[in-house]
């Protein structure tokens, strides 16, 4: 989980072992959250996401 001022918008990198087949943002309240902007780097192996926060919380599941 998240958390952050209302609609700034949050990038973040992840470093992850593969490149995730789905991501899946959603609110404190279950609803889709829909990326500003992803991308994956097969030399660095991250993963950039960048969304609209929430104080409330945002949610990310990463599925392989």
Same mark, same amino acid.
Do not use: M
């Given at each position: =989980? &998240?958390?952050? !001022?209302?609609?700034?918008? &949050?990038?973040?990198?992840? #470093? &992850?072992?593969?490149? %995730? #087949?789905?991501?899946?943002? $959603? =609110?404190? /309240?279950?609803? !889709?959250?829909? %990326?500003?902007?992803?991308?994956? =780097?097969?030399? +660095?192996? $991250?993963?950039? &996401? +960048?969304? =609209? /926060? !929430?104080? /409330?919380?945002?949610?990310?599941? #990463? /599925?392989?």
């Amino acid at each position: =989980d &998240l958390h952050s !001022s209302l609609h700034d918008a &949050l990038p973040i990198c992840i #470093l &992850l072992p593969r490149a %995730p #087949l789905k991501i899946v943002v $959603t =609110d404190a /309240n279950g609803a !889709s959250v829909q %990326p500003l902007g992803q991308s994956w =780097d097969e030399r +660095s192996h $991250t993963y950039y &996401l +960048s969304f =609209d /926060n !929430s104080p /409330n919380g945002i949610h990310v599941k #990463l /599925n392989w």
